[in-house]
């Protein structure tokens, strides 16, 4: 009906999406600019994040190393100068390897939970500069299905993406206590046809091919990046005003 508004409005909001360059956080960057909001798409990959820049109406893009505290200061204070806001972050980079317990070595611990957790945390640390300030922002943490169960051969993983979802219940109930209107939530996609789809099939090779992994572990197919990006884009927006501290499972009841 002409006059309406449209159901989601992000006009005016300025959003930093991190892991940009591919995949969930790529269809992130277009379903957030699709909505109105100036996006910005970080990326350690600078050329990945300037190409879904050039696609995006309005975007921007800026070369990110999640894993670098000095990274993420220079990006606010950049974010700070060319915006002087910032009312949305989704912390989609990530990384999956496979690695069991007793037998891992420390360093895949520590590059998963480096990208994974380290990288959400300054997300969270950088996007609560500004909106403690402002008043008002959401953030949407991307953590996995893989957090909800034991996974025997990517122990690390699952465990990296169970610590995003506890530190954001615990930053939630931090922010709404203080009396702020900044929502954090997290998103728990399942086995998404993405290039990190690929490697979920090479780890669970022992299944036979890519179309017997997609069985196995999903209920019927993959699910798509537009999908995940779907939810993130709602917990983005006011329409979401009552959502806080909560994980939204992605997965079409493979979990379930």
Same mark, same amino acid.
């Given at each position: ?8 409005? *992000? ?14 956080? %790529? ?16 990326? #350690? &990959? ?5 190409? !879904? ?27 700070? #100068?060319?915006?002087? #806001? *910032? ?12 690695? $069991?317990?007793? &037998?891992?070595?420390? =360093?895949?611990?520590q590059r998963i939970f480096a990208v994974n957790v380290e990288g959400s945390l300054l997300g969270m640390r950088t996007a609560l500069a500004f909106m403690r300030r402002q008043g ?6 991307? +953590?996995?299905?893989?957090?909800? +169960? /034991?996974? +025997? ?8 993406? =169970?610590?995003? =979802?506890?530190?954001? %219940? ?6 709404? $206590? ?28 022992? *299944? ?12 019927? $197919? ?9 939810? !993130?884009?709602? *917990?983005?927006? &006011? %329409?979401?005003?009552?959502?806080? /501290?909560?994980?939204?499972?992605? &997965? #079409?009841?493979?979990?379930?």
């Open positions: 009906m002409a006059g309406m508004k449209p159901w989601i409005d *992000l006009s005016g909001k300025v959003a930093l999406v991190t892991g940009a360059a591919s995949g969930i956080g %790529r269809a992130c960057c277009a379903g957030l600019a699709e909505v109105g909001a100036t996006v910005i798409a970080t990326d #350690r &990959d600078a050329a990945g994040a300037g190409a !879904v820049a050039d696609c995006t109406p309005g975007a921007h893009a800026h070369a990110l190393d999640v894993t670098s505290d000095a990274a993420w200061r220079e990006c606010e204070a950049w974010i700070e #100068r060319t915006f002087g #806001r *910032l009312d949305i972050v989704v912390n989609s980079a990530g990384i999956v390897s496979s690695d $069991r317990v007793g &037998d891992a070595d420390t =360093a895949t611990y008002k922002g959401a953030i949407v943490n991307i +953590s996995s299905a893989a957090s909800l +169960s /034991g996974a +025997s051969i990517m122990a690390s993983y699952g465990a990296s993406k =169970a610590a995003i =979802a506890h530190y954001t %219940r615990s930053a939630a109930l931090e922010t709404v $206590r203080a009396g702020h209107d900044i929502r954090i939530n997290s998103v728990h996609p399942g086995v998404i046809d993405t290039a990190m789809a690929d490697d979920f099939c090479e780890i669970y090779s022992v *299944l036979g091919s890519k179309e017997a992994v997609e069985q196995k572990m999903s209920t019927g $197919r993959f699910g798509t990046a537009s999908e995940v990006a779907d939810v !993130v884009v709602y *917990l983005c927006s &006011d %329409r979401a005003s009552f959502i806080a /501290g909560t994980g939204i499972v992605v &997965d #079409r009841a493979a979990s379930a």
